[in-house]
């Protein structure tokens, strides 16, 4: 049977938008669901979405993606790779799987959302697959997730997290509410598809995947980066809105939507990527950096595209470029310090070798924070067990939810960011932040950060266990070291299994 | 911050590929669809990245030549998983572009 060519078809057959009689535009698009931005039906007919697909193709392609997926996984499901892998690794995998596969789902409402209320028929159309997309992530991602549930209670947080009120859940649960939930389908097309989905999902889901290959992961590394494919296409949905806006003189409005949900990723993408590639993979199957995939992903393709578009880099764009030096640094030391609340095993990934590479990828790491772990490692030869774990939580931000860090050493550079509103002040890890806050307070003044629970009183007992309760983190799922502190004896660094010397007193 | 700016300052576009059969096609297939024009090729084992200054297009008979066999565009949507400039998908070919050139 003989088809035509999609583009003699599709522009026709996606024209459906109509006049309605019965309601008003405003009835059938509210604007507060479909576009705050106050564009008419008319002035969204220009929308072009650029990766187009028919319904037809896209099965066809979708079943070959899941094809390639599973059968990859059939084939190395006998392989033991996981049990022969360093604990590293198979933190990686635990880290990621609990961080993302509900976390996926929360992404349908949003696309359901632009398929509904948006009001460009291509945005509703691609927004569709959209839907379809973030449920095949969901689903894939749990099924993997789930043949490592024998191995390790700590899987369990892949179907858990999301619904607890650990730190990493409050955090996750905030900025992707403030991008999807609390948005109109014309916004979180700019925030979600534009400002995430093509820019930081490629660090964890291609730079990742090339670790991955790297240390003989191919299965998770040929899953993960088939649900990057679908991010490529559905991504475009964004860029397609900009467009639109700016031809209407919106462009301030749309660039303000960029910078806010630019800079809430990033809080969330190198808490969650950064120690991934740069201290939990082994060195071995190391290549590029953190740093480096940013350069590749973000500064030289993500914001090449965001210029491309006619938009501004974001007006924090320096101190981002310099956030790239430190922020994961300081954030993977103290997710180690803070270990058990997490439901992986953080590996400290300091041993001699590794502090080397440490230096070479980014120069000065040993004065900063190699200073830090030399304390630790101390501590740790010592038998100072009581200095290996907090007595209090860290400052945590009232926006973003993660720590208020900075670079050690350099007179401890860290500084306060607050802001007086209503009964309270509100805390800030950095200018952006409270720049976000500034300008809306009323959206984000009811938002309690785990910090204000406990002085609230809503984590009873106030105290380290009461905390592990309230984040509903149970014995079997509370991280520990990853390698049972074998990196503080440099001379164990090569074989992590060899017996260490008996500790000395403390 | 020379090393960021020496990063932003670039025209670069092109696919992003899964590594594989496609991949290995696509690469064939730029340099005859993109005459006189040249690619870097990035090999990261689980991706390849091509690119190539401003204007990068992949054609699907171009495609079907190099593979032997009938070759729907959409197919390169199994395995594109990024790519730097804007996408112009047509059944026919895959265009990578820029408007501006820095």
């Not at chain 1, 049977?1 to 006049?19: E, K």
């Not at chain 1, 599973?70 to 190395?76: D, E, H, P």
């Not at chain 2, 024009?37 to 699907?60: H, M, P, S, W």
Request: negative net charge; aromatic residues 12%; glycine residues 6%.
């Amino acid at each position: 049977m003989a088809f035509l060519n999609r583009a003699d078809w599709y522009d026709l057959a996606r024209a459906t938008n109509w006049s309605p009689r019965y309601v008003s535009e405003d009835q059938l698009f509210p604007p507060e669901m479909s576009d705050r931005f106050g564009l008419s039906l008319e002035q969204w007919e220009a929308y072009d979405e650029p990766f187009k697909i028919s319904y037809r193709e896209y099965v066809d392609v979708q079943s070959r993606k899941d094809a390639d997926a599973y059968s990859v996984r059939a084939a190395l499901a006998r392989s033991n790779f996981y049990d022969n892998a360093d604990a590293g690794w198979q933190s990686i995998l635990k880290l990621h799987f609990g961080a993302l596969c509900l976390t996926e789902y929360s992404a349908v409402p949003g696309e359901s959302k632009m398929a509904r209320f948006g009001k460009a028929p291509g945005m509703r159309n691609m927004a569709t697959f959209g839907a379809l997309d973030e449920m095949r992530h969901t689903q894939i991602q749990l099924y993997f997730a789930h043949e490592f549930v024998s191995k390790s209670r700590q899987f369990d947080l892949a179907q858990k997290l999301l619904s607890t009120n650990s730190w990493a859940a409050i955090a996750t649960r905030s900025a992707m509410d403030d991008t999807i939930l609390g948005r109109d389908a014309a916004t979180l097309s700019i925030m979600l598809t534009f400002a995430l989905e093509q820019g930081f999902t490629n660090l964890q889901f291609l730079g990742l995947a090339a670790d991955a290959a790297r240390a003989g992961d191919f299965s998770f590394s040929n899953l993960i980066s088939s649900v990057q494919t679908d991010e490529a296409r559905h991504s475009q949905i964004g860029g397609a809105t900009l467009k639109v806006l700016i031809a209407n003189g919106k462009k301030e409005e749309a660039q303000r939507a960029v910078d806010i949900s630019f800079w809430r990723q990033w809080r969330l993408f190198f808490t969650l990527t950064g120690p991934a590639i740069d201290y939990l993979t082994p060195l071995a199957h190391r290549d590029k950096s953190f740093k480096e995939f940013i350069q590749e992903f973000i500064v030289a393709q993500f914001e090449r595209a965001l210029v491309d578009l006619g938009l501004e880099r974001p007006w924090y764009w320096d101190f981002f470029l310099k956030s790239i030096e430190f922020y994961h640094h300081s954030g993977h030391l103290e997710i180690w310090f803070v270990r058990q609340t997490v439901w992986w095993n953080p590996a400290a990934g300091v041993s001699a070798a590794e502090r080397a590479w440490l230096e070479a990828k980014y120069p000065g790491w040993n004065a900063k924070w190699g200073r830090l772990w030399d304390v630790i490692a101390d501590n740790v030869r010592h038998g100072r067990t009581d200095k290996l774990y907090p007595k209090t939580l860290p400052m945590l931000c009232n926006i973003c939810g993660l720590s208020v860090g900075s670079i050690p050493h350099e007179g401890h550079s860290n500084r306060g960011y607050w802001t007086e509103f209503g009964m309270r002040r509100y805390y800030f890890c950095s200018e952006p932040c409270q720049w976000i806050f500034n300008l809306e307070p009323l959206r984000y003044q009811d938002h309690k950060s785990v910090i204000d629970r406990l002085l609230c009183g809503d984590i009873q007992p106030p105290d380290i266990e009461g905390t592990l309760r309230y984040f509903d983190l149970m014995p079997g799922e509370r991280g520990e070291d990853a390698h049972d502190y074998a990196w503080a004896w440099p001379e164990l660094a090569l074989d992590p299994a060899a017996e260490r010397p008996s500790q000395e007193a403390a | 911050m020379t090393e960021a700016t020496d990063f932003m300052l670039n025209n670069k576009v092109g696919p992003v590929i899964k590594t594989g059969e496609i991949a290995d096609a696509v690469i064939e297939a730029v340099r005859e669809d993109n005459p006189g024009k040249t690619f870097v090729i990035e090999d990261n084992l689980a991706y390849v990245r091509i690119q190539t200054d401003g204007e990068c297009i992949i054609r699907r008979e171009t495609m079907e030549a190099i593979l032997g066999r009938p070759f729907n565009m959409q197919e390169l949507g199994v395995v594109l998983a990024s790519f730097a400039g804007q996408i112009e998908s047509e059944s026919t070919h895959f265009r990578f572009y820029l408007t501006r050139t820095l």
